[in-house]
């Protein structure tokens, strides 16, 4: 265990061992190759030094962290799902569920999957019972998207994941109803849980996941990782909505994998927590792929989101869409860093990037950096970061109709967010979504 | 009772850099009467109108504004309109992602709910239905309802738009600031007749404009002339016939420059 003094006896980093990896797959009874990646990431953890000051990393500094409440494991005391909040609970997805899965303090507190979507093959349950009856199937897509070797938390997830969902589509079969995860911490301290989304060839699936958690006082973090592997001509649509309390450190990488002629359409809603570092990233690999990502987040009080996202165009006659639209208030912070890359010579791709802020208070900061890396000479790529803030005159004009100051000021940004909350294909998670603009402007 | 609009002695300056724009300007409105303002470009018009609407780029230096014996200038913009002032504006804002219809809405709801305040609104198909009707008497086509507030309409489609809100919250009195300028004269007929059918009895209102057309669909109880921030001249619908056929220079040099302030 390295400790290092500073200040105090604030901690700098996790206390983590060789043997925490050891001791959970021992406890989980894992097959020999999750053990050995397991070991494998923690390697790269031990050699990874603390994130600071790369370029990534040197304008959020997460160093608030009391890492002395944030690192204990939170483990399950017997609540059941009834302390999960209608609506978080709450499928906005559809009206038929195919499916839910319900995390409290990281132990399943309810499953259920439809029977149609068993009898096509479809899986749907939890990582750990995954490994346990589709070892050959996990262990096929695990770490495809996300590896250890992206950074230092993606190495202490990858080594220490404690569970997760798997979502599996199998070839040609179409999931029509969606599937929904809730993962809810009640109790303060670190979790870590991946998902594992499969679509494969020709397949169609739709899953909505759920991130929240109870007030506290104490510090949480979250080390998150998400792999969405959408197959050739496969159809993914995914909904992530993260509001965890304001005292969660969120660091959390997710990355999705798009083959030949298919198509992702990502939603993402950042809302809660106290820090979110999140890596965002879409690798188009197959040629005539669409990849649509749409983000939405409001900071206010102290919060702090870090939002890097990539699309990376490694194939051909590609689209990629990204859209990220925020606000902050208060004294919170933002940052988007956004890019778009393509290996040589992939041409007729068309990718676009944008980021546009909203900024409610002297206080508040936002930024925005676009980029571009393209080595190709037949596309065409956009990319733009805007800043606003809220007008004097059209609150002005929406008064003088008799509309009373501060519902002017919500008309107005939740009139900004209408372009975002138009692409999202969900009428409940754009209801959803104005309600948490209303309770930020509000609260 | 009929509601009555006093201006009395206002003065009033830009906001950010102090130029005085309104130098003691004295006019009654009352519900059901039509005010022609007139004048050349940089007398005050269009600050009159925003200064009664109480646009936050303007500062009262002196004067009062009465409603019904209220003061006009104590209230918020928002308070002014539900007690029944109206600006159509000159240049309205777009207002993106927010439509006309849902705009409107509120602006209704807003209304009901400061005078009862356990009211839910305006039920939505009664809404509706309202809606379609003023559309239909003001030759608005319906899609307009759907479309964001002015945005990307054009000068003719931005004007009726006001037109059309006017008809929706039917203000006592109503202050139309060149409601009538960018437009075509097709585009003019429409408008103006669209206004033509709003006036009467129930409403007040002063149409602030550079020519006659405008006041061969509407015809004013009273024309005046603002110079220099004042009101100088005010006669019959025939004072705006003789200001087409002759300008404002002879008024210019009856009433020479303004003091300087």
């Given amino acids: 265990m390295v400790v290092v003094k500073r200040r105090s006896d604030a901690l700098t980093q996790p206390r983590y061992s060789r043997d925490d990896v050891t001791t959970l797959s021992d406890k989980q009874n894992e097959p020999q190759w999750l053990c050995e990646a397991r070991r494998a990431a923690w390697d790269v953890y031990e050699q990874t030094p603390m994130p600071h000051m790369e370029e990534e990393w040197r304008r959020t500094d997460y160093r608030s962290i009391r890492w002395q409440e944030a690192d204990v494991m939170i483990s399950a005391n017997g609540v059941g799902e009834e302390v999960v909040p209608a609506k978080n609970r709450e499928p906005l997805v559809g009206d038929t569920q195919g499916g839910l899965l319900v995390f409290v303090d990281g ?48 190495a202490l997830h990858a080594a220490l994941w404690q569970n997760g969902v798997f979502v599996y589509v199998p070839r040609n079969k179409v999931a029509e109803l969606p ?95 106290r820090l979110t570092k999140a890596f965002i990233e879409v690798d188009i690999v197959g040629k005539g792929s669409n990849a649509r990502v749409s983000g939405f987040f409001f900071a206010d009080k102290n919060q702090f989101f870090d939002l890097d996202t990539q699309q990376n ?71 733009a970061a805007t800043f606003g803030t809220l007008e004097e005159q059209p609150i002005f004009y929406l008064m003088s109709r008799g509309i009373e100051r501060p519902h002017a000021q919500l008309m107005l940004i939740s009139g900004f967010f209408d372009e975002l909350l138009q692409r999202i294909p969900f009428e409940k998670v754009r209801e959803r979504l104005t309600e948490e603009i209303e309770a930020k402007i509000v609260g | 009772m009929v509601t009555t609009l006093e201006i009395r002695n206002l003065h009033a300056q830009v906001a950010a850099n102090g130029e005085s724009i309104l130098r003691g300007v004295n006019l009654t409105i009352k519900q059901g009467e039509v005010h022609a303002l007139m004048g ?41 309109s539900r007690a029944g002032i109206f600006l159509a504006f000159q240049y309205p804002v777009s207002i993106p992602g927010v439509t006309l219809a849902n705009f409107l809405r509120h602006a209704i709801n807003a209304r009901l709910k400061a005078e009862d305040p356990e009211s839910k609104g305006m039920p939505i198909p009664k809404f509706v239905r309202m809606m379609r009707e003023k559309m239909n008497s003001l030759g608005v086509d319906h899609s307009f309802a759907g479309r964001y507030l002015n945005e990307g309409f054009s000068g003719g489609e931005k004007k009726r738009a006001e037109v059309l809100q006017m008809a929706v919250l039917e203000p006592k009195i109503a202050i139309m600031d060149e409601t009538d300028s960018g437009l075509d004269i097709d585009a003019l007929r429409i408008v103006a007749e669209g206004i033509q059918k709003l006036t009467g009895p129930e409403m007040g209102a002063l149409v602030i404009t550079h020519y006659q057309r405008m006041l061969d669909y509407i015809t004013p109880d009273f024309v005046h002339v603002m110079m220099h921030g004042q009101i100088v001249e005010s006669g019959g619908a025939e004072l705006a016939l003789q200001l087409e056929e002759k300008g404002y220079d002879w008024l210019r040099e009856k009433y020479g420059q303004p003091e300087q302030a």
């Fill in chain 1, 179 to 273: 599937l929904h995860v809730v993962i809810y911490n009640t109790k303060e301290g670190a979790s870590l849980l991946h998902n594992l989304v499969v679509v494969e060839e020709n397949a169609q699936g739709t899953v909505q996941v759920d991130y929240a958690s109870a007030e506290a006082e104490k510090h949480s973090a979250y080390f998150g990782g998400t792999e969405l592997i959408v197959g050739d001509a496969a159809n993914l649509r995914y909904v992530s909505l993260q509001e965890w309390n304001r005292e969660t450190y969120d660091f959390s990488h997710q990355r999705a994998i798009v083959g030949r002629d298919a198509n992702l359409d990502w939603v993402i809603g950042n809302m809660g927590s």
């Fill in chain 2, 40 to 80: 050349p470009n940089g007398s005050g018009k269009s600050t009159l109108a925003n200064v009664l609407m109480g646009n936050p780029q303007y500062e009262i230096t002196a004067g009062e504004v009465l409603l019904d014996g209220e003061d006009l200038l104590e209230m918020d913009t928002d308070e002014r």
């Fill in chain 1, 313 to 383: 165009h490694n194939a051909p006659l590609t689209t990629s869409d990204l859209l990220f639209k925020g606000a902050a208030k208060d004294n919170a912070r933002t940052l988007w860093q956004g890019m778009i890359k393509s290996l040589p010579k992939m041409q007729k791709i068309d990718g676009y990037q944008v980021c546009r802020n909203l900024v409610l208070s002297d206080d508040a900061r936002m930024d925005g950096i676009p980029g571009l890396e393209i080595e190709a000479d037949d596309v065409i790529c956009s990319h």
């Fill in chain 1, 107 to 154: 132990k399943v507190v309810h499953h259920e999957v439809a029977p149609e979507l068993t009898e096509q093959g479809v899986i749907f349950t939890d990582l750990n019972t995954a490994i346990q009856e589709h070892s050959e199937l996990v262990q096929a897509n695990l770490g495809k998207a996300v590896q250890a070797e992206m950074g230092k938390f993606a």
